[in-house]
């Protein structure tokens, strides 16, 4: 499996492309602020062809590029049900500081073809079976793609992308338009926690890491596993993210 990103010009949001191997078709997932000429880069060292685009989840730092990604090459752009308005309106998923930041002055477009992703399963895309995983709190669609394979950059038997719902030591905010704390807290612990300590898991923001440094060390995780032994606490902080 070939896996490679890098960091968008704006907030740091992470692009990937993954493919079963250099040379052939690929998926692009969230295209951000910026980033047409280092995927445009990246694609041509890999030798790839973009076969679909996969989103997290819709806010505007993961999205922005997806339409001239997909037009450029007449590909599908896959979002959840649940963020599929933020396609069309990316304003509904910004705080009003970030609404005055951008203030209209960036060109958006909304994808020509958008497919919606399935509650949960599988999607098959450039030739890889790729799990789906609902992870609502951070917006209502968020999710997690999950790919099984041994990528060669890291010591890991498989990778999530995890969007803006798991980094390494900390979570998404849950504080902006759709978000939801409680929402966010259980899908931590019903689709965070089961995965196997060996999962690579590459954030929407920041360092790679793996379910098992954040099951021992990320204070959110901690904090819901003394809850599920009988401790009441409960984890608080802002998250990261928009």
Known sequence: MLVAGFPAEAFGTNCYVVAPAAGE???VVDPGIGVIDR?????????????????????LDHTFSV??????RGIT?????????LLADPA?????DLAEMFGGRLPYTEPEDVAELPDGGTVTVAGMEITVDHAPGHTPG????RLAGAPSQWEAQGVCFAGDVLFAGSIGRTDLPGGSMP???????????PLPDELAVLPGHGPATTIGQERTGNPYLLQIREQLAGDATSPS?????W
């Open 25 to 27: 078709q690929c998926v």
């Open 39 to 59: 995927l445009e880069q990246l694609l041509a060292e890999h030798r790839l062809q973009p076969a679909a685009v996969l989103l997290t989840h819709g806010h």
């Open 67 to 72: 339409a001239p990604v997909c037009g450029a």
């Open 77 to 85: 752009a896959y979002v959840h049900p649940g963020d599929r308005a």
């Open 92 to 96: 509904k998923g910004l705080s009003v």
């Open 142 to 145: 968020s999710v997690l793609f």
């Open 183 to 193: 929402q966010m807290l259980a899908s931590l612990r019903d689709k965070i926690l």
């Open 237 to 241: 902080g802002p998250g990261r993210g």
